[in-house]
């Protein structure tokens, strides 16, 4: 909830500069709102009035509250990273600019994951409507991962063609799943399926009629 307070000084500046003081916050994220005027009595002293105003917070956008949770990150790391916003459909990415970013990729992506998920909690906390969708990305590494794991695909599915036996990979997220699912569809020979249990889940490489036979013996 936008906090909202009511500050007095010998002037309208006076009294702005005591709100953003109070509210600790830059004057573009603050409404102000003259409740009175500042005035002067006999002889200018006598029966002086103060200026009297209201100071209402901001409140972010759900775009606004991500990207400031991503920038208190970054402070905290002493990194001098960039946010470019791009909007996607019903999506939005953040593609991440700066030196050295390898640190926020991690290994498989996991920890450009973690922050992503951090980042779209943050983005949509007490949001009423709409929820918004915030992508990560650094150096293109999401469709660099892609190309990789339609790459890897393809030759899971010829070693499985190969062996006559399922190839089993490592546990990936969702995403990544679907990836392998979707790079193998069209293969009449190749079924591909998950198995598991979150955050080990793992896609499964087969031939069909090895998946049928499974299935028959069960």
Do not use: W
Not at 13 to 26: R, S
Not at 139 to 150: A, D, G, M, Q, V
Not at 178 to 187: E, F, G, P, R, V
């Amino acid at each position: 909830m936008a906090r909202v307070i009511e500050v007095t000084g010998k002037d309208i500046e006076e009294a702005k500069k005591a709100a953003l003081l109070q509210l600790n916050l830059p004057e573009e994220r603050v409404i102000f709102e003259v409740l009175e005027e500042p005035s002067k009595g006999f002889f200018g002293i006598i029966g002086t009035k103060e200026a009297k105003i209201r100071a209402t917070e901001k409140e972010f956008t759900p775009l606004e509250k991500g990207q400031e949770f991503l920038k208190s990150v970054f402070k905290a790391m002493h990194k001098d990273i960039a946010i470019e916003c791009v909007e996607e459909d019903i999506n939005y990415k953040f593609n991440l600019i700066g030196d050295d970013l390898g640190v926020l990729i991690g290994k498989h992506g996991q920890t450009l994951d973690s922050l992503q998920y951090l980042t779209n909690m943050a983005a949509n906390k007490n949001v009423m409507g709409a929820r918004v969708r915030i992508v990560l990305d650094v150096e293109n590494y999401r469709s660099r991962r892609e190309e990789t794991l339609c790459q890897l695909a393809q030759k899971l599915a010829a070693r499985a063609r190969k062996y006559r036996n399922k190839v089993v990979l490592e546990p990936m997220n969702r995403h990544e799943r679907k990836i392998i699912h979707m790079a193998l569809q069209d293969y009449a020979d190749i079924i591909t399926y998950s198995e598991g249990v979150e955050p080990h889940r793992k896609i499964v490489v087969d031939i069909k009629h090895n998946k049928n036979e499974d299935l028959l013996t069960k």
